[in-house]
């Protein structure tokens, strides 16, 4: 009897989720970078829970980030954040998507290190600007000024993001397209043979 051919894309993933362990993928990154849109798609590539933690703290605590930063202040939603993402560090393995400032808390980077291997989906500022104009959910950018906000944001947080295990550079393409990139990225960083990704994952 002759047997099955080998799955190669399965037994990549197979190897990645070895290599990974308990530990989560943690995506970091400005505003409008897409740590939410590619997180999704990469946990659906390797089939892991995804998590969001701007979701999870809107969950807990029955409001949105906009009410969050309103009714408690940005210092409270920063509190927050740290417990939450902390909290969910705990669950790996896992694809965790933050939001943009929490990389930014030495603790939560910590923790991150610890529990997780971090990738920084770096954009530049124009795709940024293109992308977070679409949503008014953002209330650090509820500015007169927003594309001033994202620039020195990125003078402040670029040099901290750059700490990160992974780097990748998105750009205007299919999520498909940069969650594979990711998936490469995620396998030269845990020493493994780049696997094959199929860019036809569900929507
Ligand atoms: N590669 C892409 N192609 C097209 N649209 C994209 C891509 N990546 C992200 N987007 C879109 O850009 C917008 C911002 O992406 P997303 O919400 O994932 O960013 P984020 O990094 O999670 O931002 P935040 O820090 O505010 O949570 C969304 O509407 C998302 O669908
Ligand atoms: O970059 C930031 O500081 C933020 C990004 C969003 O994901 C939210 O967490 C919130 O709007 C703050
Ligand atoms: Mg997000």
Same mark, same amino acid.
């Given at each position: 009897m002759s047997a099955l051919p080998a799955n190669p894309p399965? %037994? !990549?993933?197979?190897? &990645?989720? %070895? =290599? &990974?362990?308990?530990?989560? $993928? $943690?995506?970091? *990154?400005?505003?409008?970078? !897409? +740590?939410?849109?590619i997180g999704r798609k990469v946990a659906a590539m390797l089939s892991l829970p995804f998590i969001d933690s701007d979701q999870e703290i809107e969950s807990v605590s029955r409001m949105t980030v906009p009410e969050l930063f309103e009714r408690y202040g940005e210092l409270e939603f920063r509190a927050l954040e740290q417990r939450v993402i902390l909290r969910l560090l #705990?669950? !790996?393995? @896992?694809? &965790?998507?933050? *939001?943009? *400032?929490?990389?930014?808390?030495? @603790?939560? =980077? %910590?923790?991150?290190? *610890?529990?997780?291997?971090? $990738?920084?989906?770096?954009?530049?500022?124009? &795709?940024?600007? #293109?992308?977070?104009? +679409? +949503? @008014?959910n953002r209330p650090l950018l509820k500015n007169p000024d927003p594309r001033g906000v994202l620039e020195k944001l990125m003078d402040e947080r670029y040099p901290v993001y750059a700490t990160a295990d992974i780097t990748v550079a998105t750009r205007d393409d299919r999520k498909e397209v940069i969650a594979g990139e990711v998936v490469c990225a995620l396998c030269a960083y845990l020493g493994i043979d780049a696997i094959a990704t199929s860019n036809e994952v569900e929507q």
């Open positions: 399965d %037994e !990549g993933r197979v190897a &990645l989720l %070895e =290599r &990974l362990g308990s530990r989560s $993928v $943690v995506f970091v *990154g400005l505003m409008g970078a !897409g +740590k939410t849109a #705990e669950n !790996g393995p @896992q694809v &965790l998507s933050t *939001g943009g *400032g929490a990389f930014m808390n030495a @603790q939560t =980077r %910590e923790a991150i290190a *610890g529990h997780g291997v971090s $990738v920084w989906l770096k954009a530049d500022l124009d &795709l940024l600007m #293109e992308r977070v104009s +679409k +949503k @008014q």
